[in-house]
Nanobody, 113 residues
Framework: QVQLVESGGGWVQPGGSLRLSCAAS????????MYWYRQGPGKEREWVAT????????NYAASVKGRFTISRDNAKNTVYLQMNSLKPEDTAVYYC??????WGQGTQVTVSS
């Protein structure tokens, strides 16, 4: 069964950090680029970051560039999103995605004091 399971979300104060994980199963993870998206309260889902199959190429939305880092471990079938210098506007449900998977349940990130 093709599946992605996100984890690592939670509550953090502004300026804090979180590391999200996304465990993949049911497909050849190392053959697919991976993406992180997010959907804030009352907002549309938006793209956050992309990583290619080897991990050598990454791209970021302007709103997170310089603060977030996407990475992957193909041996563990896992993609990560390291989030630093978090802001209240980063509050959202975060989803990982590949081109052949459906949306998962996501993981909630709340940034507030």
């Amino acid at each position: 069964q093709v599946q992605l399971v996100e984890s690592g979300g939670g509550w953090v104060q502004p300026g804090g950090s979180l590391r999200l994980s996304c465990a993949a199963s049911g497909f050849t993870f190392s053959s697919y680029s991976m993406y992180w998206y997010r959907q804030g309260p009352g907002k549309e889902r938006e793209w956050v970051a992309t990583i290619n199959t080897s991990g050598g190429t990454t791209n970021y939305a302007a709103s997170v560039k310089g603060r977030f880092t996407i990475s992957r471990d193909n041996a563990k079938n896992t993609v990560y999103l390291q989030m630093n210098s978090l802001k209240p506007e980063d509050t959202a449900v975060y989803y990982c995605k590949s081109t052949i998977t459906k949306w998962g349940q996501g993981t909630q990130v709340t940034v507030s004091s």
